[in-house]
């Protein structure tokens, strides 16, 4: 069954492939008006919109530029996916550290009970180790959402 | 009227009990007493930091970088004492003039030794010994995580050495940098 649905959308591409081919070559079949026409169409329908509504234009250097853009945006996205990646990695790890030097910090400040130096000093600890957990994850969700779309 | 004690007292009198009186004082000086209270020791969290702009590329640049990789191979290879040795000389190489890297690599250096010593008897005052001074509050830091690094082994140095107070400074000085390093992340 798979084979059979590889082998149809191969002759669709090869028939796609040449019908180009052949339209790069001049030798397309026209319509009475002289016009391109879909390959599959009757002939006598006029150029339009393709299947989902958008003018996909008709001339070939037209159509090279849109896929170099889509492919240089795909790319792109792709790329940008992969930096996020890194960065989350970094962000949470940096994360990870400032928690665990705030646990050293703050056994610390515990044999201090009374001393604001140290009781200071932990509670800030605290606040970077809580904020860098938001940031952690906060930079995972959209890293999921960017992958997701 | 003159006060018959004062009248009895000639100059030499008087001046041996000023300078009893004197001396008394000076002996009493609650300051010079062993048994008042020692100063009490807080923690300096103070963090001067610097950005390591990267240097022109240079042969003894790269020599230098390359030397420095070595060192960590080989000491990833060797164990114990020879492990430590093979470190002290990478700290001992001379530092190309201009490599601004040099000095975050440095101190990775010094980080991984001082943390190695700690694994010694007594190597805790020696590890302490090495990084202090690299990472003086007096002193600009590079903004590096080989800096936070650094100042959390010498945190650790001084708790195994009953110095809370440079444990502490050394801890939140290590937060910060990894602060810092985060918020430069955050888009």
Redesign the interface.
């Known amino acids: 069954m798979r084979e059979t649905r590889r082998e149809g959308s191969g002759w669709v591409l090869a028939s796609v492939a040449l019908c180009l081919a052949a339209w790069v070559a001049g030798c397309a079949p026209t319509g009475r008006d002289g016009g391109v026409v879909t390959p599959g169409g009757n002939g006598n329908v006029p150029d339009g919109p393709d299947p989902d509504g958008r003018d996909e234009g008709d001339d070939i250097g037209v159509l090279e530029a849109r896929l170099e853009r889509l492919t240089a945006e795909q790319a792109a996205k792709a790329s940008s996916t992969e930096a996020n990646f890194g960065?989350c990695e970094?962000?949470c790890s940096?994360?990870s550290?400032?928690c665990s030097?705030?646990e050293?910090?703050c056994d610390?400040?515990e044999?201090?009970p009374g001393?604001e130096?140290?009781q200071g000093?932990c509670r800030?600890?605290e606040l970077?180790c809580s904020?860098?957990e938001d940031?952690c994850v906060a930079?995972v969700e959209?890293r999921e959402r960017a992958a997701a779309e | 009227m003159t006060h018959p004690i004062r009248a009895s007292l000639g100059w030499g009198p008087r001046l041996a009990l000023l300078l009893g009186l004197g001396l008394g004082l000076v002996a009493c000086d609650p300051s010079d007493d062993a048994a008042a209270p020692v100063a009490?020791r807080?923690?300096d969290?103070t963090l001067r930091v610097h950005v390591v702009a990267p240097s022109t590329p240079t042969d003894e640049g790269l020599a230098y970088l390359r030397a420095m990789a070595d060192v960590h191979d080989r000491a990833d290879r060797a164990r114990g004492e020879d492990r430590l040795q093979t470190l002290r000389q990478g700290l001992s190489l001379p530092v190309p003039a201009g490599l601004a890297e040099a000095e975050v690599l440095r101190l990775d250096l010094a980080a991984r030794l001082a943390d190695e010593l700690m694994t010694t008897p007594h190597g805790a005052p020696t590890a302490r010994e090495l990084l202090a001074p690299m990472l003086d509050v007096e002193r600009s830091l590079p903004l590096d995580?080989a800096t936070?690094r650094a100042l959390?082994v010498l945190?650790?140095a001084a708790?195994a050495t009953g110095d809370?107070a440079l444990?502490?400074?050394s801890?939140?000085r290590?937060?910060?940098i990894?602060?810092s390093?985060?918020q430069e992340?955050?888009?």
Do not use: F
Request: proline share 4%.
């Open positions: 960065v970094d962000l940096l994360t550290s400032i030097v705030k050293k910090l610390v400040a044999r201090h001393e130096e140290y000093l800030r600890a970077e904020e860098a940031s930079c959209r | 009490r807080v923690p969290a995580r936070a959390v945190g650790d708790v809370d444990a502490a400074g801890y939140a290590s937060i910060e990894m602060s390093l985060r992340l955050e888009p």
